[in-house]
Nanobody, 114 residues
């Protein structure tokens, strides 16, 4: 069973940056697309960024140009660099494989103050 562990969240002022990491167990990491999702209070979880096994990326319109997803297959880790953060980015951030949907990790809380 693959385990996903997110880290790097925190409290930041609007305009600031954070880098999230997601460490995944399991030997099949490199062949799967990976994605970051977020869930704001009272709202549904939404996909914000996705990266294929070959490194092709796509983003939700709300984060395009501000967030960058990347991966290090040797470390079984996927990253989310978040710049120019806005209060609307406040949420719990999760990673997962969108085509397989493993058990969700605990997530990383990101809070952006105005």
């Amino acid at each position: 069973q693959v385990q996903l562990v997110e880290s790097g969240g925190g409290l930041v002022q609007a305009g600031g940056s954070l880098r999230l990491s997601c460490a995944a167990s399991g030997s099949s990491f490199s062949i799967n697309a990976m994605a970051w999702y977020r869930q704001a209070p009272g709202k549904q979880r939404k996909l914000v960024a996705r990266i294929t096994s070959g490194g092709r990326t796509n983003y939700a319109d709300s984060v395009k140009g501000r967030f960058t997803i990347s991966r290090d297959n040797a470390k079984n880790t996927v990253y989310l660099q978040m710049n120019s953060l806005k209060p609307d980015d406040t949420a719990v951030y999760y990673c997962n494989a969108p085509d397989l949907l493993f058990n969700w990790g605990q997530g990383a809380q990101v809070t952006v103050s105005s």
